[in-house]
Structure formats: structure tokens, C-alpha cells
């Protein structure tokens, strides 16, 4: 198994990457760094049928493996037994463009359906989905807001236009304006016309790559994230597995992305980062591990 970067180590790599995006520095402007990798670490946690085998690691488990405190509560219902079993999290963000098991019949196995996800990005699941997060948060006061995943594929697919959407910022809002509207962005919808009038409805960007060979271009989607969503903190999306090449990012690139998560953070282009996911712990137990030692490290 690969060696974890120590502090000095991954400082010493990330000096190599370009300073072009101090300019987005200014732009993202972040409370004082913490002190700790920790602390500013989600980890997307729940089980989803869209990985080869189920995980042995369930809502929450698999945040408290990586030794982080904050979850984005997905792939389950959101509901107050759900909140209940994540209540010693310091902070949840639940889904609101929610994916949910559908049943699949197997020709020739009746009786014996399977399950599968899909996911439902429709303007009144989200407003419905927003308004059930906004009622929980009063309850369970670590609930900090609502992520909204693969948002420009559905406004794409829904025809969703700014007027609709606002709707859904009103809901997550309604019963406790303090929630945080959290959008998935991936770098290829890094394009101002694509979110043109939805900007000022979201809090937080979570910054995704979906292919790991472009992570070697993470200075610029920063840079590019910061101009379209100027003064949105960036949160940087890090994956276990490359659902391309259907396997565990490879270990070099997923170095580059880890050194990379260390200085932004340093430097304020970045917020924190979010590690997908808990499910996949065992599937890729190599790359999972190797990221927990460097949140220890660092």
C-alpha cells in the first residue's frame, strides 16, 4: 500500500501547482483555514445500488471511518429516524435531488425483483424533499442545509428555468432561513451561460471531476468555478472510484488531487472538500485507506 504524504511532503508537491488561481482567492474569500484536514471534511454516506456490491458501511459509518464529523446524507430518505442515527455528526447536508430504490424485475426470476437507483430531479421532489430538510433542521439543530446533486442535468432535462427553481431555495428556507443550498457542479458544466440566473440561490458549491485524468487541471476549474460563483465557498468533490474506467482513481492522480486539497485549502481557494463515498470503503480499500492517513497526517 502506498505510503500517506505527510504535511511537508504534500506542501512540498502542492508548491508545484500553478498560482494562476490565487486570483480566485479573493473571489472565494473563507474564514481563517482549519487547523486540522479534519475539519473541513464531508463524506458522502448511505447505500446505493449504483456500486457493484452492497457496502458493510451504512449512514454515517463510513464519515466516522474517515475520522471526519460532517455527512451528506444521501441514497435514504430523509426523515427524522435518519437524522436520529446521524445525531452525533456535527453537521448533516441531506439530498434533495434524491435518489431513490426503484424495483426492477429479472425475466426470468418472478418474484425476485431487484433493486435499483434512480434519480428524481423533478422542481416539486426538490421543493417537496427542500421542505422536509428545512422542518428536521429545527429539530436536529446539525442539520446545516441541502445538497442538490447533478443540478444542471436535471435543469437541462426538466427544463428548469431560474423563476422555477427559486421555489426550491424558498422551501429548504421556509422553516429556518440559516440552511445552506449546496449545488453538485462538475467541471465540464464550468460554463457562466449554464448558470446564468441560478447563482445567487445557491451558498455552496461542491466542485466535482468526473474523469480522473482531468484532475491534472484542477488549478483552472477552481479559477473557472470562482469567476462563475464569485464568492461561493468551494467545496472540492474527491472521489474513491473512477466510474470511467470502473476502478479505483488511480493512485497518481489521486496524490496530485490530495496535495492539491491541502494547499487550496491553506490558500482559501477552497472551503473543504467532500470524499464520495462511505459505500465504497471495501470496494477500494487501498485508495480509501491511503486517503484516511493523510486526513490523519495533516
Keep these: 500500500m502506498a505510503e ?6 504534500l506542501l512540498r508537491g502542492a508548491a508545484g501547482l500553478s498560482a494562476a488561481t490565487a486570483l480566485s482567492s479573493v473571489a472565494n474569500a473563507a474564514p481563517a483555514p482549519p487547523r486540522r484536514m479534519a475539519d473541513a471534511g464531508w463524506c458522502w454516506d448511505g447505500q446505493s445500488t449504483y456500486v457493484p456490491s452492497l457496502s458493510i458501511f451504512g449512514a454515517g459509518e ?3 471511518w474517515f475520522g471526519l464529523r460532517r455527512c451528506c446524507f444521501m441514497y435514504h430518505p430523509n426523515t427524522a429516524l435518519a437524522m436520529d442515527k446521524l445525531r452525533e ?6 439530498e434533495i435531488s434524491k435518489w431513490e430504490c426503484a424495483t426492477v424485475e429479472i425475466p426470468g426470476w418472478k418474484g425476485a425483483p431487484a433493486v435499483q437507483h434512480r434519480l428524481d430531479g423533478r422542481i416539486e421532489r426538490k421543493c417537496r424533499e427542500a421542505e422536509i430538510v428545512s422542518r428536521l433542521s429545527l429539530k436536529y439543530s446539525n442539520v446545516s442545509g441541502a445538497i442538490d446533486d447533478d443540478l444542471y442535468g436535471k435543469i437541462k432535462s426538466e427544463h428548469i428555468s431560474p423563476d422555477r427553481y427559486a421555489a ?3 422551501a429548504l428556507q421556509n422553516a429556518n432561513p440559516k440552511l445552506k443550498h449546496w449545488a453538485v457542479v462538475y467541471s465540464h458544466e464550468l460554463k457562466r451561460e449554464y448558470w446564468s440566473g441560478f447563482t445567487d440561490m ?6 466535482w471531476v468526473w474523469a480522473s485524468k482531468d484532475l491534472v487541471n484542477l488549478d483552472r476549474y477552481v479559477e473557472q468555478c470562482g469567476l462563475i460563483f464569485p464568492g461561493k465557498p468551494i467545496n472540492l468533490g474527491c472521489y474513491v472510484r ?24 491553506t490558500d482559501g481557494r477552497i472551503q473543504g472538500y467532500s470524499i464520495l463515498a462511505g459505500c465504497l470503503i471495501e470496494m477500494h480499500p487501498q485508495e480509501a485507506t491511503w ?7 495533516n
Excluded: N
Design 4 to 9: 500517506p504524504f505527510s504535511r511537508r511532503k
Design 62 to 64: 463510513g464519515t466516522k
Design 89 to 94: 455528526m456535527e453537521e448533516i447536508v441531506c
Design 168 to 170: 426550491v431555495h424558498r
Design 202 to 207: 445557491l451558498d455552496v458549491v461542491t466542485l
Design 242 to 265: 473512477d466510474y470511467t474506467l470502473r476502478a479505483g482513481v488511480p493512485m497518481e492522480l489521486l496524490k496530485l488531487q490530495w496535495e492539491f486539497v491541502r494547499k487550496a485549502m
Design 291 to 297: 486517503i484516511r492517513d493523510v486526513i490523519r497526517a
